[in-house]
């Protein structure tokens, strides 16, 4: 069975994604269109988050950004992207719901444009090998990292973590973090903390990345003019080993907390205050009002047109920066101000009162038509940027749901003002943090 | 219409310009979903004095431009921002040192949007009233900046490059300098700014060319516009007399911005873009990642992934720039002046780097080419009248002796200038 490529034939019509299962565990999907001047590959890990591997996966991506066998530090492989043409190599850590991810992305321009008749045939080569030596051959010896790249590497990670706090919408949103899940993996940074960073060995985090590259499940993603059996070949080059399938569970859910929960911390050096609020809203993944959810939030706090940015900032000038964002992936509703400090109880107060406005159904008609508009712009806007058509297909990878864009566009256009109060009356203020300035005396 | 191929990138522009000035450049991508319309005025921050049809010099208050790009989207009756969301359109706009830029996209409603961008745009209202309301927002936008450490290290070393002029002030002015604007300023720079032959209105993506130029043509012809002779008047720069200046402020590690101001007159007669492309293959040769020098500092923990090097050329001001976030920024500064003063060793010999850093900076280009807004906002348009495809075109003549002759021009008599940011 190792070697059975299963082929599963979407039956959508439009936005077709095929789906190549190279190993069990292990699914290729290539999305071919002339429309962009790049190739792009993108090969994600997915694991079940955990406290515990938070850490070591976040500095296994900084190592493997600047080193491997064949290129043994940041300036062999710098050398490497420059003969790729200027190939933007990049690794991440995202997540989605309880799931943790580390991405290796590659983007480069695509041959044709290069006025060089050798061009297409090695780069397209050399980028697959390139990924393979940063990927699958780590500069490892006796089963742990180089010591002096992983040194050097652990620093930076921890320079990342504790320059968090310099940018203050970023460490607000941490603290709000901490505050709202229950879950501690839930509760981590992406990054991890620095206190575990500080614990790693270059043992610890190989044996990360062993049960990284055996364990997880991959998702490759190639973008651009190529086709699966350009792509396939290149593929046999990489060890992809099958992997026992448990299906990742994705979305968090937490239980209703009886009563809100809220911190205020003050900062020397602080002129403006930030207000971050947490509200639950969670449906089930396949939800219906899942549609519904996204409008509410473009209502409330989503968009150009919400009640807070048309409120709040624009017509009582109470805030600088207001926005909302609802995820789906962890059934939360969040709030985001930058304000003057005395102003916060006022806005706070206010943000509530937009809230309840929308529980009453108190939407004018026609900015819900003009939010749906916008909103349905922004999704067809997104087939005009790689990045977003690849997030978007991972993501339907992950969930192993795939809405059609007419389907997405019609259930969008056929949420009402009814829908949206009714909906609106699940969401429930979970936690608040507040950064104010220190008092100056 | 001018009609420009570009075959290597498979890309056109048409150009026209109306009989009231406005220059118009359309690229129509039909395999896009969206279409991006912005217009611009090459008016921007620094631009502090002007006369209109040679009578007296206006001032202008620091923050004015920024201001005036704020308070057009509010009409007597409706406020535009607003109805571009209703259109389904996703708008915004935005100020730089020299020019000033009202954008939009969308998938739907394109022709509506356009004429809403023009007229909205074209249509000054500008109160006592709403202007006071103005002051409020932006004072707090004026504090968001100092909040953010990298602003105020930018700001910082500006400031030391070039005291007391136009660039060394925030775009978004102070509290103190736009409580000064008044309604007839505003009016006064509209007419000579904005009127038609300042704008150049740029539309990138799908849509049909000639059905959208007759609707800009029409939307032009139902306005009677005055135009009027304006100059604009440069200030003199004053020399530099801090070489470091340190300032406090609770950053985790400090942060260090490094400069080296350039007054070389050979270096004004020559194209801005293609200095530009020359300066980054060079920054490239002598500071990249690939380099020695960089690993060499990495290792040693000097600097990491967050260093940069940047040239800009924005008029009368040009400048070298470094930023860094180090605790080593006294090893920082000695690398940085010991690779400068070694440049003729260091480029010598260096004829395959140049080739290969070419070939990557022109992958780099081609890369950016994805997005519309890429196409209409990074090339030198406004400064040097090179789009985006012309710089890429640029590029690929350039030659290894260019990168010399301006190593020459450039690395003689280096000052190098600091501004640190530490706890």
């Known amino acids: 069975m190792d070697d059975y490529i299963t082929k599963i034939q979407s039956f959508i019509l439009t936005n077709t994604m095929k789906k190549i299962q190279l190993k069990p565990g292990v699914h290729l999907v290539v999305m071919p269109t002339k429309q962009f001047k790049t190739l792009n590959i993108a090969v994600d890990f997915a694991a079940p988050l955990l406290a515990s591997t938070t850490s070591a996966r976040a500095l296994l991506t900084y190592l493997t950004a600047v080193s491997a066998q064949k290129y043994p530090n940041q300036q062999a492989v710098a050398q490497k992207t420059i003969d790729l043409y200027g190939a933007q190599y990049q690794t991440d850590v995202t997540r989605f719901g309880q799931t943790h991810h580390i991405r290796y992305q590659l983007q480069m321009p695509a041959p044709i444009y290069l006025n060089s008749a050798d061009a297409g045939y090695h780069l397209l080569t050399d980028a697959f090998d390139f990924m393979r030596d940063m990927i699958f051959e780590p500069l490892v010896t006796d089963k742990a990292f180089n010591q002096s790249v992983f040194l050097q590497e652990q620093q930076s990670l921890i320079n990342e973590i504790d320059g968090l706090i310099d940018d203050k919408k970023r460490y607000a949103a941490l603290k709000l973090r901490e505050l709202t899940y229950s879950l501690p993996a839930m509760q981590r940074p992406t990054l991890g903390t620095v206190e575990d960073v500080k614990a790693l060995t270059p043992a610890s985090v190989y044996s990360a990345y062993q049960s990284m590259v055996t364990s997880d499940e991959i998702n490759i993603i190639v973008f651009g003019d190529v086709s699966e059996t350009d792509i396939l070949p290149l593929l046999d080059k990489w060890p992809l080993h099958s992997r026992t399938q448990q299906p990742l569970q994705p979305f968090y859910r937490q239980g209703l907390r009886p009563a809100t929960v809220e911190i205020t911390e003050t900062q020397a050096n602080l002129t403006q205050a930030v207000l971050m609020l947490a509200y639950q809203l969670s449906l089930a993944p396949d939800d219906p009002q899942r549609f519904t959810a996204v409008i509410l939030n473009a209502l409330f706090g989503g968009s150009p047109l919400s009640k807070l940015f048309a409120n709040v900032r624009e017509k009582s000038s109470l805030a600088y920066t207001i926005y909302s964002r609802w995820q789906h992936d962890t059934g939360f509703l969040t709030v985001a101000a930058g304000l003057a400090s005395d102003k916060v109880e006022l806005a706070d107060h206010m943000i509530q009162a937009e809230l309840q406005a929308i529980k009453q159904g108190n939407i004018k008609r026609e900015i819900l038509e003009a939010i749906k508009t916008s909103v349905v712009n922004d999704y067809l806007s997104q087939q005009d940027s790689p990045n977003s058509e690849m997030t978007l297909a991972f993501s339907r990878l992950l969930t192993r749901r795939e809405t059609p864009t007419n389907e997405w566009v019609n259930a969008i256009m056929a949420v009402s003002v009814e829908d949206v109060a009714q909906l609106a009356q699940a969401v429930v203020l979970q936690t608040r943090f507040t950064l104010l300035p220190e008092a100056v005396e | ?423």
């Open chain 2, 1 to 423: 219409m001018k009609e420009q191929h570009y075959q290597q990138l498979q890309e056109h522009v048409l150009t026209e310009t109306l009989d009231n000035g406005l220059k118009v450049v359309m690229i129509p991508k039909e395999n896009y979903h969206k279409t991006f319309a912005v217009l611009t005025t090459p008016f921007g921050s620094l631009d502090r004095h002007f006369k209109i049809n040679n009578s007296e010099v206006i001032d202008i208050p620091s923050g004015t431009a920024h201001f005036l790009e704020h308070k057009l989207f509010e009409k007597e009756s409706e406020d535009a921002f607003k109805r571009f969301g209703e259109l389904g359109a996703d708008a915004n706009a935005f100020t730089t040192a020299y020019q000033t830029s009202y954008l939009f996209s969308t998938t739907d409603n394109f022709e509506l949007s356009l004429v809403h961008l023009l007229d909205f745009v074209q249509t000054p209202y500008f109160s006592l009233q709403t202007i006071a309301k103005e002051q409020g927002i932006i004072g707090q936008e004026i504090q968001m900046y100092e909040d953010d450490p990298n602003w105020i290290v930018y700001m910082g070393l500006l400031q030391i490059l070039y005291p007391k002029s136009p660039l060394a002030d925030d775009i978004a002015g102070t509290q103190k300098t736009i409580s000064k604007i008044t309604p007839q300023l505003l009016y006064n720079i509209h007419k000579a700014f904005y009127q038609p032959k300042q704008l150049t209105l740029q539309i990138v993506g799908h849509f049909e060319p000639k059905t959208v130029l007759a609707l800009i043509r029409d939307n032009q012809a139902q306005k009677s516009i005055e135009d009027i002779q304006v100059d604009s008047l440069a200030d003199q720069l004053e020399i530099p007399t801090k070489v470091t200046e340190i300032k406090h402020f609770n950053v985790v590690r400090p942060k260090i911005a490094l400069g080296i101001r350039l007054e070389n007159t050979n270096l004004k007669s020559m194209d801005g873009t293609k200095a530009g492309l020359i300066a980054d293959i060079l920054a490239d040769m002598m500071f990249g990642e690939q380099t020695d020098w960089y690993q060499n500092l990495y290792n040693k923990g000097i600097i990491d992934t967050e260093f940069e090097t940047s040239f800009d050329i924005i008029r009368d001001y040009q400048f070298v720039s470094f930023f860094s976030e180090t605790t080593e920024y006294e090893a920082l500064t000695a690398a940085i002046q010991n690779q400068i003063e070694n440049y003729k060793a260091i480029l010598s010999g260096q004829e395959s780097m140049f080739e290969s850093l070419k070939r990557a900076t022109l992958g780099e280009g081609i890369q950016r080419l994805n997005s519309l807004e890429s196409i209409a906002l990074r090339g030198d348009d406004v400064l040097f009248n090179h789009n985006l495809f012309d710089k890429i075109m640029l590029l690929q003549a350039l030659t290894y002796t260019d990168i010399l002759d301006f190593a020459n021009k450039i690395y003689q008599n280096v000052t190098l200038q600091r501004f640190i940011l530490k706890k």
